[in-house]
Structure formats: structure tokens, C-alpha cells
């Protein structure tokens, strides 16, 4: 098994812990940099944003921050302080 299939299943497997409503796709994986793009809507238009990672631990600490976001939100939405009472 060569070393960039192996980097392109580890890759993928932090993708998947990735847990947003944000949409985001592998653009592509190649050698040890993989390529993430969202895919946003700003007034109907799409606007892809790309994100490069050099290695595993940039992916992990992005797929990290993504999810600490997504869960901020979440107790933001499900919180007894609302900010609009």
C-alpha cells in the first residue's frame, strides 16, 4: 500500500468527524495536501470557499474548530437565554 492512499483514508476519516450544517466536499487530496471547499450561498449566489491543509493535524484542528462552532450555535439556539425575548 503506497503512503498517499494511506494519507487519503486518514484524510478521510477526520473529514467525516467533521459535523456542520455547513456543506463542505474534498476538493482533492494530493500528495500530503488535501483541498476542502464550502460551498456557501451569499444572496443566492454560490460562493465556494477553499481550504488548504498541509497535513493531518491542520485538517484536525480545522474539523475541531468547525465542530466547537457548530456546538456554540446549538446551545446558543437550545439555550433558556434567548436574545430576542
Known amino acids: 500500500m503506497d503512503h498517499s492512499h494511506n494519507i487519503e483514508i486518514t484524510y478521510r476519516k477526520i473529514f467525516g468527524r467533521l459535523n456542520t450544517r455547513k456543506k463542505f466536499t474534498i476538493q482533492s487530496i494530493k500528495d500530503s ?17 477553499l481550504f488548504e491543509f498541509n497535513n493531518e493535524k491542520e485538517l484536525e484542528e480545522f474539523v475541531t474548530q468547525e465542530n466547537q462552532t457548530e456546538r456554540d450555535i446549538n ?10 425575548r
Open 75 to 84: 446551545s446558543q439556539l437550545s439555550g433558556d437565554s434567548m436574545p430576542y
Open 33 to 49: 495536501k488535501i483541498t476542502v471547499e464550502q460551498d456557501e450561498e451569499i444572496c443566492g449566489q454560490k460562493e465556494p470557499k
